[in-house]
């Protein structure tokens, strides 16, 4: 705290999951694991991809993408979280906590559009098989990465001015486990109703546009994969979407349950459950969900082993 007129705010309190320290322990280690193998998996992911020639295509490119934003998107949120599972010093400074809550915005912000690139890619190889070659050329797949990046750090910036600029001169205590912008909002002296509906304004035309584009492509894709007359050419058209789709579902149904409906602002401990599912448990699952479900990847993934035991 720094005293002079008033008493600003220089550190935040996350009390994250403190209401269960009987099993904090377990807790540490459930998530440690999780991280180590997220982040494990993920790099086996872009490895293989950047190896292996025949990978080297826009729907692995887009993958590859996904897997670093993984990467970034569990490191932002769960070593810190881990650090004060088990540690009785909760603080984290104004400073860091407006850098977490940056990051957190931009890197999610960028996964819903790498989300609806790859439902792009993917209704322009079913649908438009002649085209694709095209359509997602190197450079377009190249383009749409890029833009995809730049596009999430760019708009949540705005936003981030907004919050840096309030006044924190009261509690101090953050009922999360990670400085989410409802949380800190909350803790604001001054009235921060108007940064809230331009951040949900944000939030949902993010979340629901770029969900909107992806629904609409995998309806096309549905609809096309119908008109396949043999049931092996619709198992190999689908089984390239379902991984993509499982991830969209866990994803997008979190997040709008989070940042769009207005109903869920006060349940602090619902909240952190929902925020479980799109900061710790999709990153975890996304390299199982791509790998245990594409031929492609299994195949790189073996050729790989085989390599490493000759190696040795």
């Known amino acids: 705290m720094i005293d002079s007129n008033e008493t600003f705010v220089s550190e935040f309190i996350l009390l ?155 509690p101090n205590v953050i009922r999360h486990f990670f400085c989410d912008l409802q949380p800190v909002l909350k803790l604001s002296c001054k009235d921060a109703y108007a940064i809230y509906m331009v951040a949900w304004t944000l939030a949902s035309t993010i979340l629901l546009g770029s969900c909107l584009l992806t629904l609409a492509s995998y309806v096309h894709i549905i609809l096309t994969m119908l008109k396949i007359p043999f049931s092996k050419g619709r198992q190999k058209a689908f089984s390239t979407c379902t991984a993509h789709l499982t991830v969209v579902v866990i994803y997008y149904g979190a997040m709008i349950s989070m940042y769009v409906s207005p109903n869920n602002a006060d349940g602090a401990e619902f909240n952190k459950i929902l925020s479980l599912l799109y900061t710790v448990v999709t990153p975890f699952m996304n390299p199982f969900i791509y790998t245990l479900r594409n031929q492609e990847v299994k195949q790189a993934l073996q050729k790989a082993a085989i390599r490493l035991c000759k190696h040795f």
């Open 16 to 170: 994250g999951f403190s209401s269960v320290k009987n099993i904090k322990l377990l807790l540490f280690g459930l998530f440690l694991f999780i991280y180590i193998i997220t982040v494990t998996g993920n790099v086996v992911i872009i490895s293989i991809v950047s190896d292996d020639e025949q990978l080297h295509t826009p729907m692995y490119f887009f993958l590859s993408n996904l897997s670093f934003l993984e990467i970034l998107y569990t490191t932002n949120i769960v070593p810190m979280m881990l650090c004060h599972i088990i540690s009785e010093n909760h603080g984290i400074s104004f400073l860091g906590c407006i850098a977490q809550l940056y990051f957190f915005g931009s890197l999610g912000s960028t996964e819903c559009f790498l989300l609806g690139v790859m439902a792009y890619d993917r209704y322009v190889a079913i649908c438009k098989p002649l085209h694709y070659p095209t359509l997602m050329s190197v450079r377009t797949s190249i383009l749409l990465a890029v833009c995809s990046w730049a596009s999430g750090f760019i708009l949540t910036f705005g936003a981030l001015i907004f919050v840096s600029q309030l006044h924190f001169c009261g």
